[in-house]
């Protein structure tokens, strides 16, 4: 435990990092995956549960909370941590995405943006000063900086001119957050897909300086070889001694790629919602619990993961419990797909430490491209 934020790098494999990120709430592994918490709760899971999947670290939404229950709401009754039972870190993200990708009505000014709320159409404004403010409501531990996204594609003179309006916001983000020990802002780096505005980008957040650093804008339908493509370089022109963030990645295999080009953190809304709609992530890849195949099967999911779905019940409860729209069908799925998510990370921490990273990519793939079991 600290009282301040801070990361220690304690081994490289390659261009893969493994370390860990101090903060006055617990300590952080990394690479870290995190579960995303969009409305103050891990969808179907308790928090207890999503701790002992081996979580540090949860994400929550800005864009969501400040329109329900509402940011001034959650700090009335004592922060995001006391109101979701979660005392551990939380990241909240800076509101700018989900505006773009869920709010109707947006207008984008250089001050901010005006948007009307998905959910009852009332009309809001978010800046660099009030999502500062909304995550400092919340109690954030680590907080983004406020953001442009571009929708895509776009030209070039697009992604120009949004990077450069998210470098203005960034500034004042930071000059909006302030000194605040124990809490973190990061950065993050815009740019597209092109190298030299992902340089411009990084260059002008290393002069504001930032806690953490986020490689910002991907994951938003470029593909995995685009998106591996910036990763080849948009890691390593951002400080090393600082800890890097992979926004809303990704499938598994995303986020051992990302993890070898040198990401330390990253959320994805994935292992919980797929777990609501029957699918399951597994060493041996994607398992679709709701085929037939799976009826009058006794096996677990995984007979070799530890997690309560796989050690208790069997494929065919599964399969029953999906098709009956049984509560118990999400919680037991989604509680198997962070524990898996959970034990990659862990499994990428050690190799890192002990330099056999590349041997655990090998071998990952290789279990993935067995498939599923046989049917019985
Ligand atoms: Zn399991």
Redesign the pocket.
């Known amino acids: 435990m600290t009282e301040r934020f801070s990361y220690t790098l304690n081994a490289t494999d390659g261009r893969a990092r493994t370390g860990v990120i101090n903060t006055p709430r617990g300590d952080i592994r990394t690479p870290a995956f995190m579960p995303v918490g969009t409305a103050a709760t891990v969808k179907a899971m308790m928090p207890e549960s999503v701790r002992a999947t081996g979580a540090d670290i949860l994400l929550g939404n800005t864009y969501h909370l400040m329109l329900r229950p509402t940011a001034e709401r959650i700090d009335r009754l004592g922060g995001l941590h006391k109101f979701m039972n979660w005392d551990r870190p939380i990241l909240t993200d800076s509101g700018g995405f989900q505006v773009m990708s869920l709010a109707e009505l947006r207008k984008l000014t250089e001050e901010g943006v005006t948007f009307k709320s998905h959910i009852d159409g009332s009309k809001h404004h978010l800046t660099p000063e009030r999502s500062m403010e909304i995550q400092k409501l919340l109690g954030s531990d680590i907080v983004m900086c406020f953001d442009e996204c571009p929708a895509l594609p776009a030209s070039d003179e697009d992604v120009r001119k949004s990077m450069e309006l998210s470098m203005r916001w960034a500034q004042r983000s930071r000059d909006a957050f302030g000194d605040r020990p124990g809490h973190a802002l990061f950065g993050i780096q815009q740019g597209g897909v092109t190298e030299e505005l992902r340089g411009i980008s990084a260059e002008k957040l290393r002069e504001i300086e930032f806690d953490g650093y986020a490689v910002g804008g991907l994951a938003v339908g470029e593909g995995q070889e685009a998106m591996f493509g910036v990763l080849d370089y948009a890691p390593d022109m951002l400080p090393k001694d600082k800890p890097r963030y992979l926004m809303g990645v990704g499938k598994p295999d995303d986020i051992v790629g990302a993890v070898a080009r040198g990401i330390d953190m990253m959320d994805c809304v994935l292992p919980s919602r797929s777990g609501r709609t029957g699918q399951?992530w597994?060493r041996r890849g994607q398992v679709n619990i709701k085929n037939a195949r799976h009826s009058d099967d006794p096996r677990?999911?995984?007979e070799a993961?530890?997690?309560?779905?796989?050690?208790n019940y069997s494929r065919a409860y599964l399969n029953h419990v999906f098709r009956s729209h049984e509560m118990i069908s999400g919680m037991l799925i989604t509680?198997?797909n962070l524990?898996?998510y959970q034990e990659l990370m862990q499994g990428m921490r050690d190799a890192i430490s002990a330099g056999t990273f590349e041997a655990f990519q090998a071998e990952f793939h290789a279990t993935r491209a067995m498939g599923d079991i046989e049917p019985l």
């Open positions: 399951a597994t677990p999911l995984d993961c530890t997690c309560p779905a796989c050690s509680w198997h524990h898996y």
